[in-house]
């Protein structure tokens, strides 16, 4: 089994960054796709950012592109989300997510049910 366990969230202002982190522990896994998703009260889970196990390939939401950066940490089994130029409308819970059966011949996935494990969340709030 697979366990997801994020970090970093919390309060910023409005412009402010944060980074966050989820570590993956559990099994060994070669070939995988980490992804982040957030969800504000009221809304559905939305896709935020992935990257491959490699750092080879990465796909943004347009909401976040340019503003937040996603990696993978040397121990490869840690992905961060840099996030900067925070709005208000970034306030969500967020978690990570790990994809163990991903094509690689086709796209990234953003669709929850796409992947396998999910972390617990983590809170982030941006004040105006």
């Known amino acids: 089994q697979v366990q997801l366990v994020e970090s970093g969230g919390g309060l910023v202002q409005a412009g402010g960054s944060l980074r966050l982190s989820c570590a993956a522990s559990?099994?060994?896994?070669?070939?995988?796709?980490m992804g982040w998703f957030r969800q504000a009260p009221g809304k559905e889970r939305e896709f935020v950012a992935a990257?491959?196990?490699?750092?080879?390939?990465?796909v943004f939401a347009g909401s976040v592109k340019g503003r937040f950066t996603i990696s993978i940490g040397n121990a490869k089994n840690t992905v961060y989300l840099q996030m900067n130029s925070l709005k208000s409308e970034d306030t969500a819970v967020y978690y990570c997510?790990?994809?163990?059966?991903?094509?690689?011949?086709?796209?990234?996935?953003?669709?929850?049910?796409?992947?396998?494990?999910w972390g617990q969340g983590t809170q982030v709030t941006v004040s105006s």
């Open positions: 997510a790990l994809d163990l059966s991903w094509n690689t011949l086709v796209d990234l996935p953003r669709r929850p049910n796409e992947f396998d494990y």
């Open positions: 990257i491959t196990w490699n750092g080879a390939r990465i």
């Open positions: 559990g099994r060994t896994f070669s070939r995988y796709v």
